[in-house]
């Protein structure tokens, strides 16, 4: 990684390794719909209130940083982005809360993750439209809405990155997970959770080690 020369205005624009993955698969497979903002390199904590030139100079250090290169690697570029929010009356950015919120060395075997949902900062919130969960890997497993959690009348998600598949629920969702095909490698899948209608979103990284290797039975002769 780098720093950009931020004396001028400049616009690094890469594609990540998912794109790639998409842009060689060819077809219609690579699509740009959407974009998103974030602001991962600030750090906010050097707003300074306190700087005795006034209020137009409380973000200097902030706006003079040095702003970094695009990177490839998806989990790790718009870990925080920016968001608009509906209504006129929020006073805080909502905050997504799952539990459990890193479920890794999961065995390689089939079994059942039930995550629940929350908005902490506005309890009792998204109860009509709800939550929005989108699996990054259909073959990981089965995602639905738990029982009596379901929404009646969705909203309309659309989902453009191949393999991908979203559920909407009311705050908690089943995961039933697959066995893992190998038996030598972990694998890992990526729930990605919104809040319909607060705004916000939280993301969850799931890893299931190797399957076992199951000893065939049979009778030894000598």
């Known amino acids: 990684m780098g720093y ?8 690094d624009a890469i ?25 991962d390199e600030i750090d ?24 970094t290169e695009a990177v490839p690697d998806q989990t790790k570029a718009l870990r925080y982005r920016l968001l608009s929010l509906p209504g006129n009356n929020k006073q805080y950015i909502p905050k997504v809360t ?6 890794n ?10 995550f629940n949902v929350a908005t902490s900062n506005y309890p009792n919130s998204n109860q009509t439209l709800g939550y929005t969960a989108i699996l990054s890997d259909d073959s990981f497993g089965t995602l639905k809405a738990a ?11 659309t989902i453009t990155d191949p393999g991908s598949v979203a559920v909407v629920s009311r705050g908690k969702f089943d995961l039933d997970v697959s066995a893992n095909p190998s038996l030598t490698s972990t694998r890992a899948v990526t729930i990605t ?13 799931i890893i299931q080690n190797a399957r076992p290797a199951v000893a ?3 009778t030894a002769t000598a």
């Open 98 to 103: 799952v539990s459990p919120a890193a479920p």
């Open 193 to 205: 959770i919104f809040a319909n209608e607060t705004g916000g979103e939280q993301s969850v990284n």
């Open 4 to 11: 950009l020369d931020n004396t001028s205005i400049t616009v």
């Open 105 to 114: 060395n999961l065995n390689g075997q089939g079994q059942t993750i039930t």
């Open 44 to 67: 906010y904590t050097l707003w300074n209130p306190s700087d005795t030139r006034g209020s137009a100079f409380y973000g200097d250090v902030i706006e003079n940083m040095p702003v």
């Open 147 to 157: 029982s009596g959690f379901a929404i009646n009348n969705p909203p309309t998600v």
């Open 15 to 39: 594609l990540t390794n998912k794109g790639r993955e998409l842009l060689a698969q060819g077809g219609d497979s690579f699509n740009i719909t959407q974009f998103a903002l974030g602001d």
């Open 216 to 218: 065939s039975s049979g």
